[in-house]
Antibody, heavy 122, light 108 residues
Framework: EVQLLESGGGLVQPGGSLRLSCKAS????????MNWVRQSPGKGLEWVSGITGNGGSTHYADSVMGRFTISRDNSKDTLYLQMNSLRVEDTAIYYCAKGPGLLLRFCWLDPWGQGTLVIVSS | DIQMTQSPSSLSASLGDRVTITCRAS??????LAWYQQKPGKVPKLLIY???TLQPGVPSRFSGSRSGTDFTLTISSLQPEDVATYYC??????????FGQGTRLEIK
C-alpha cells in the first residue's frame, strides 16, 4: 500500500524557517515525481512545488519562489520542503502528493499524505 | 495564464439526485483535467483523471466528461457519503498545477 507521512509542521514566527518531511513507502520512490500542496484554514487547494523523480528538476508557485526549496533524498524515500522567510499567509496544512510518473508533466496527484499543519504567527 | 472557473461554489441536493459540477477553462487544455473529493476533515482523494478516467476503487456513480473547454463531474445518484468539497485540477501546462475554487456539496 502506498503511504505518505508528513512531519515537521508547527508554530513559527513570521520571518522564521521550518523544514517539512514526507516519508514515502509502498512504491519505488525514485520512479515518481512528488509535489507539495497546501490548504489554508477553510480555503481551497494551492499547489506549492514539485520535483521530478531523480530530483533534477524543481518548480515553484510564484507565491513561494525564492523562499521555499523542495528536495528529495531517494536513498531515504523522503521528500522535503525547506520554508524560509515565512509569512502569516503561509499558514496552512501542507500535503505531499505523488505524481503518476517520473516527470512533472501531466501530473495528477495520488495519493496524498495526511498533511502537516504550519502556523505562522507572532 | 489559463484560468479555471468551477461552479457552483456550493450545492445542496437530495439523496438519489443526479448532481453535476462544472469546471471551465479559459483556454483549451485538452483532456488534462482531474477531479478530487475532500470529505470534511479528510485528505483530498483522486476521483478522475484525464477528464473521464475513473480512478480504481471509485464508485461507478461518479463520472467525468468534457465538451470543449467545459468539464463536468457527475454523480448519478447522490449518496450520504458523497458530502464533500470537490475540486478540479488542470495539469496541461506542466509543471505548474492549478486547482478550481471548489464546490461544497451538501444533502438537502
Amino acid at each position: 500500500e502506498v503511504q505518505l507521512l508528513e512531519s515537521g509542521g508547527g508554530l513559527v514566527q513570521p520571518g522564521g524557517s521550518l523544514r517539512l518531511s514526507c516519508k514515502a513507502s509502498g512504491f519505488t520512490f525514485n520512479d515518481y515525481a512528488m509535489n507539495w500542496v497546501r490548504q489554508s484554514p477553510g480555503k481551497g487547494l494551492e499547489w506549492v512545488s514539485g520535483i521530478t523523480g531523480n530530483g533534477g528538476s524543481t518548480h515553484y508557485a510564484d507565491s513561494v519562489m525564492g523562499r521555499f526549496t523542495i528536495s528529495r533524498d531517494n536513498s531515504k524515500d523522503t521528500l522535503y520542503l525547506q520554508m524560509n522567510s515565512l509569512r502569516v499567509e503561509d499558514t496552512a496544512i501542507y500535503y505531499c502528493a505523488k505524481g503518476p510518473g517520473l516527470l512533472l508533466r501531466f501530473c495528477w496527484l495520488d495519493p496524498w499524505g495526511q498533511g502537516t499543519l504550519v502556523i505562522v504567527s507572532s | 495564464d489559463i484560468q479555471m472557473t468551477q461552479s457552483p461554489s456550493s450545492l445542496s441536493a437530495s439523496l438519489g439526485d443526479r448532481v453535476t459540477i462544472t469546471c471551465r477553462a479559459s483556454q483549451g487544455i485538452s483532456n488534462y483535467l482531474a477531479w478530487y473529493q475532500q470529505k470534511p476533515g479528510k485528505v483530498p482523494k483522486l476521483l478522475i483523471y484525464a477528464a473521464s478516467t475513473l480512478q480504481p476503487g471509485v464508485p461507478s456513480r461518479f463520472s467525468g466528461s468534457r465538451s470543449g473547454t467545459d468539464f463536468t463531474l457527475t454523480i448519478s445518484s447522490l449518496q450520504p457519503e458523497d458530502v464533500a468539497t470537490y475540486y478540479c485540477q488542470k495539469y496541461n501546462d506542466a509543471p505548474s498545477i492549478t486547482f478550481g475554487q471548489g464546490t461544497r456539496l451538501e444533502i438537502k
